[in-house]
């Protein structure tokens, strides 16, 4: 059974840092592109990072650009988001999810994505 778990979410004053995790098992990780998203309340949800499995090439959406980094650890079948620089538009709520072939999809759109894991609170306080 492929589960994803996210953690590591808070509350932070804006300028700060977070950390977000998403652990994964049930799957052959290596070869799953992992992305991360966010949904604030009365917003769609918005493709944020994510990173393939079998090249490993990573994509951020421009609004994160220079202030988030995702990596990813296959051993350990965890994928991290670091958050700098945090604003308070980043406040929502963060999921991770998984897809094995993103196919003619834009890499950080979520329809692409065919697992998800239950999401993680992120607040940035002004």
């Known amino acids: 059974e492929v589960q994803l778990q996210a953690s590591g979410g808070g509350l932070v004053q804006a300028g700060g840092s977070l950390r977000v995790s998403c652990a994964a098992s049930?799957?052959?990780?290596?070869?799953?592109?992992i992305g991360w998203f966010r949904q604030a309340p009365g917003k769609e949800r918005e493709g944020v990072s994510c990173i393939k499995g079998h090249d490993g090439n990573i994509y951020y959406a421009d609004t994160v650009k220079g202030r988030f980094t995702i990596s990813r650890d296959n051993a350990k079948k965890t994928v991290v988001l670091q958050m700098n620089s945090l604003k308070p538009e980043d406040t929502a709520v963060y999921y991770c999810a998984a897809v094995s072939l993103i196919g003619d999809y834009d890499p950080l759109d979520w329809v692409a994505y065919t697992h998800w894991g239950r999401g993680t609170q992120v607040t940035v306080s002004s």
């Open positions: 049930g799957f052959i990780f290596d070869h799953y592109t």
